[in-house]
T-cell receptor, first 114, second 113 residues
Framework: KAGVTQTPRYLIKTRGQQVTLSCSPI?????VSWYQQTPGQGLQFLFE???????NKGNFPGRFSGRQFSNSRSEMNVSTLELGDSALYLC?????????????FGPGTRLTVL | QKEVEQNSGPLSVPEGAIASLNCTYS??????FFWYRQYSGKSPELIMS????GDKEDGRFTAQLNKASQYVSLLIRDSQPSDSATYLC?????????????FGQGTTLQVKP
């Protein structure tokens, strides 16, 4: 079974731009969670989706948004990029509906904002 | 006070020893707790979950939970150099289906041959 895939793996953007990251969960998994990982703040929860519904959101500004499609694939969008948005963005999938007791992470997208 | 606290380490143990990793949390209502392992340059992987007070064993790993003291620990017996990684403690805030996972900063473990 293929694991969680994320595209692109690396991105370089400039301040003020927007970016869309994509996550394809493991086949059959219906829950997708997104996280931001930085050396200073560690791993922080962004949001979680199940069956196209956002069930929870972390403490991030409204510039961070996401969605999930009917095939469980998910995208997250960051608008008006800031230097501090430079991070590794990880998505994780689980069979659901409990998103955390069997969660598998993808390889991440490394975003650099210049 | 951080919601989930871990000693960043590094924790250095000799091969074959027991490594003890600790985590405290602030939300007394938390019910679900997880340990992840993250190798350098890789993504986290779930190694243990624990929901009830006491010990839970899985191979060389034992998770311990004390809700009264708001304390979770992970013991690794017969530590191997391949166990060298950062160990992340995660605590679920809210319900099992709709809560959010709060991670500690992680403890770096070094197992020396």
């Amino acid at each position: 079974k293929a694991g969680v895939t994320q595209t692109p793996r690396y991105l370089i953007k400039t301040r003020g731009q927007q970016v869309t990251l994509s996550c394809s969960p493991i086949s059959g998994h219906r829950s997708v969670s997104w996280y931001q990982q930085t050396p200073g703040q560690g791993l922080q929860f962004l949001f979680e989706y199940f069956s196209e519904t956002q069930r929870n959101k972390g403490n991030f500004p409204g510039r961070f948004s996401g969605r999930q499609f009917s095939n469980s694939r998910s995208e997250m969008n960051v608008s008006t990029l800031e230097l501090g948005d430079s991070a590794l963005y990880l998505c994780a999938s689980s069979p659901g509906p409990n998103p955390y007791n069997e969660q598998f992470f993808g390889p991440g997208t490394r975003l650099t904002v210049l | 006070q951080k919601e989930v606290e871990q000693n960043s380490g590094p924790l250095s143990v000799p091969e074959g020893a027991i490594a003890s990793l600790n985590c405290t949390y602030s939300d007394r209502g938390s019910q679900s707790f997880f340990w992840y392992r993250q190798y350098s340059g890789k993504s986290p992987e779930l190694i243990m979950s624990i929901y009830s007070n006491g010990d839970k064993e899985d191979g060389r790993f034992t998770a311990q939970l004390n809700k009264a003291s708001q304390y979770v620990s992970l013991l690794i017996r017969d530590s191997q150099p391949s166990d060298s990684a950062t160990y992340l403690c995660a605590v679920l805030h809210g319900s099992s289906n709709t809560g959010k996972l709060i991670f500690g900063q992680g403890t770096t473990l070094q197992v020396k041959p």
